[in-house]
T-cell receptor
Framework: EPEVTQTPSHQVTQMGQEVILRCVPI?????FYWYRQILGQKVEFLVS????????KSEIFDDQFSVERPDGSNFTLKIRSTKLEDSAMYFC????????????FGPGTRLTVL | QKEVEQNSGPLSVPEGAIASLNCTYS??????FFWYRQYSGKSPELIMS????GDKEDGRFTAQLNKASQYVSLLIRDSQPSDSATYLC??????????????FGTGTRLTVIP
């Protein structure tokens, strides 16, 4: 069964450093999303992406964040200058063009900012 | 006002019993509702979707929706220890762009006691 994959599974970085989290969505899906979950808190929407551009973004997704689809398979989230409060699980999700509201999540990347 | 509210639990039921999980939402225009299961340290796994008022059954799971009361529930029959997890209620928001994002509740932690 096709699934969303994410790398790395765990990323440790120093405050102020840039990180890039990578995702490979399900191959026939056209809508891509990033969510985050701070430990013990709810899953929060960050951004949705379609047709090579951002469709929607939350207030969390400020200028420190960017997304890109550098090729036909990868979808990345970049955090330009990490802060302690960026420590969280980051989940990528994707949905197909016929059932866009049904999102399938990847296993997540645990980001630890020291 | 929180978008999606759930009783955080924990909810403990004996093996073989029915577990009942509840969720309310604030956006009366919401059309799509989902239940995800999240094991500790893992990503959300879609288990049910529901769009119309009434019940929807899938194996041991039954989702119930009442749009007038803005209420969604999940019943798990014949609960098994492997059902022990956090259950996340999610409500979809559809934008004019065609993008979707999910608003999640904080989740209800379920423990099934052997």
């Amino acid at each position: 069964e096709p699934e969303v994959t994410q790398t790395p599974s765990h990323q440790v970085t120093q405050m102020g450093q840039e990180v890039i989290l990578r995702c490979v969505p399900i191959s026939n899906h056209l809508y891509f999303y990033w969510y985050r979950q701070i430990l013990g808190q709810k899953v929060e929407f960050l951004v949705s992406f379609y047709n090579n551009e951002i469709s929607e973004k939350s207030e969390i997704f400020d200028d420190q964040f960017s997304v890109e689809r550098p090729d036909g398979s990868n979808f990345t989230l970049k955090i330009r200058s990490t802060k302690l409060e960026d420590s969280a699980m980051y989940f990528c999700a994707s949905s197909d063009p016929h059932t866009t509201d049904t999102q399938y999540f990847g296993p997540g990347t645990r980001l630890t900012v020291l | 006002q929180k978008e999606v509210e759930q009783n955080s639990g924990p909810l403990s039921v004996p093996e073989g019993a029915i577990a009942s999980l509840n969720c309310t939402y604030s956006d009366r225009g919401s059309q799509s509702f989902f239940w995800y299961r999240q094991y500790s340290g893992k990503s959300p796994e879609l288990i049910m979707s529901i769009y119309s008022n009434g019940d929807k059954e899938d194996g041991r799971f039954t989702a119930q929706l009442n749009k007038a009361s803005q209420y969604v529930s999940l019943l798990i029959r014949d609960s098994q220890p492997s059902d022990s997890a956090t259950y996340l209620c999610a409500v979809n928001k559809l934008y004019q762009t065609g993008a979707n994002n999910l608003f999640f509740g904080t989740g209800t932690r379920l423990t099934v006691i052997p």
